[in-house]
């Protein structure tokens, strides 16, 4: 049975079996764009550059967003400082006045690795498949 159960995910379909899945994400995508960028940012403070916006700015263009051909200009992008709460619908999953059953972990996610001999690349085959599908 696939979905939720008690607020959990059920992927046993049969003892013994689960599905397993993997994601791939690319070059450009939100998630990898804003870890580069607060990396670079957090490099610069901890060398007491305030030059933020250059640090951006060069984190942008190292990613490849070198021109305005690709969609995306380091050079004429916008970029602002918008601090504020946390999401309402994350914050609702960490709250600690709820009971310890209750308690999620809010956008988490756990990694892992392993090589396996399924593949050429000697990854599982479902991280190769999701690779091939985001090329």
Not at 11 to 20: A, I, K, N, P, Y
Not at 100 to 111: F, H, P, R, S, V
Request: glycine share 10%.
């Amino acid at each position: 049975m696939n979905g939720l159960l008690n607020g959990f995910h059920q992927v046993f379909s049969e003892e013994g079996t689960f599905l397993f899945t993997s994601e791939s994400v690319g070059e450009g995508h939100p998630d990898k764009i804003c870890d580069q960028i607060s990396d670079a940012v957090l490099d610069a403070h901890l060398q007491q550059d305030p030059k933020w916006l250059k640090v951006v700015r060069e984190a942008i263009k190292h990613i490849g967003y070198d021109g305005s051909s690709k969609g995306f200009d380091y050079k004429t992008c916008n970029v602002l400082v918008a601090l504020e709460q946390q999401s309402p619908d994350i914050a609702q999953g960490i709250h600690l006045d709820q009971n310890k059953e209750d308690i999620g972990a809010g956008d988490q996610g756990l990694m892992f690795g392993h090589a396996t001999d399924e593949t050429e690349e000697c990854m599982p085959l479902t991280i190769v498949l999701a690779d091939k599908l985001n090329a």
